[in-house]
């Protein structure tokens, strides 16, 4: 029992570390003052309203989203017949595909986004949206496939050759069979992936312009040059956004299939 109520404690405890911060950056954004404090000084949305004025930011909130989305569904189509493709056959160079791959979790992103400079200056296409968009599903992709990969278990193919047998088509048996089961799988991924664009600064600071800008390398601009509650204000954004994000994932597919077990 006693163990069990420490355990509470620490758990809150750890909960309370993780979201005081969040608590300080909504407070800052309501302050009065032009300067960041925290307790804020007054309430006020003013600062909101400054941001939402500044079409440049508008428009950076639509870019990372619709790169974040694109990003992330194009890792879906690459990673999941790639996971499909080394989990259910063998052949020469499996392991050497299975790197590649993975290779861009290790390899550092600011050296990945020199290197798309340069190849997509060569072919005209520097910094441009398709070049950002390319750059983010590289980066993405390892994310869907670690966690698609080890949800392709023998067992699950023994089902796909029963319903095989019983007469299903490889897409019945696909759409019907192998996509719930791994769909915790594939939505942990999805998931991972588009925070991972989203967030991402290293890869695209390398191919944005003044017109075509993410939210994050908005942020890492703006405050090598000031600091005001515009910043905690854009921040409190996102931080609605992956709240409301995490609302609608539960309230479609659920957040219990991001713990599934197999």
């Known amino acids: 029992m006693i163990a069990r109520v420490l355990l509470r404690i620490v ?16 407070g800052a954004s ?107 599903v590289v980066i993405v992709t390892p994310f869907v496939l670690r966690s698609v990969l080890p949800q392709l278990t023998p067992e699950q193919r023994a089902l796909e050759e029963a319903s095989a047998d019983l007469g299903a088509r490889p897409f019945e048996t696909f759409l019907l069979v192998v996509l719930p089961q791994i769909r915790g799988g594939l939505t942990s991924g999805a998931i991972f992936a588009f925070i991972s664009s989203w967030i991402n600064v290293e890869l695209s600071i390398f191919n944005t312009t003044a017109e075509l800008t993410t939210i994050p390398v908005k942020l890492f601009n703006y405050v090598q040059y000031t600091i005001d509650p515009v910043i905690a204000a854009v921040s409190s954004i996102t931080i609605a956004v992956a709240a409301v994000t995490i609302v609608l994932l539960d309230l479609t597919v659920g957040l219990h299939v991001l713990s599934k077990r197999r």
Do not use: N
Request: aromatic share 8%; glycine share 6%; hydrophobic share 60%.
């Open 30 to 136: 309501l302050t009065t003052t032009s300067y960041l404090a925290f307790p804020p000084q007054g309430l006020t949305l003013a600062w909101y309203g400054r941001m939402l004025a500044d079409t440049s930011y508008v428009a950076a909130f639509g870019t990372s989203t619709a790169l974040a989305l694109a990003a992330t569904a194009g890792a879906v189509l690459l990673a999941l017949p790639a996971a499909l493709a080394i989990a259910r056959h063998e052949f020469p160079g499996k392991r050497t595909l299975l790197s590649l791959l993975m290779s861009p979790l290790v390899l550092p992103h600011v050296v990945l986004g020199a290197a798309l400079l340069q190849y997509c200056a060569a072919l005209g296409l520097m910094r441009s949206f398709l070049a950002l968009l390319v750059g983010h």
């Open 11 to 26: 758990a809150w405890a750890v909960m309370a570390y993780l979201v005081l911060p969040l608590v300080v950056i909504v």
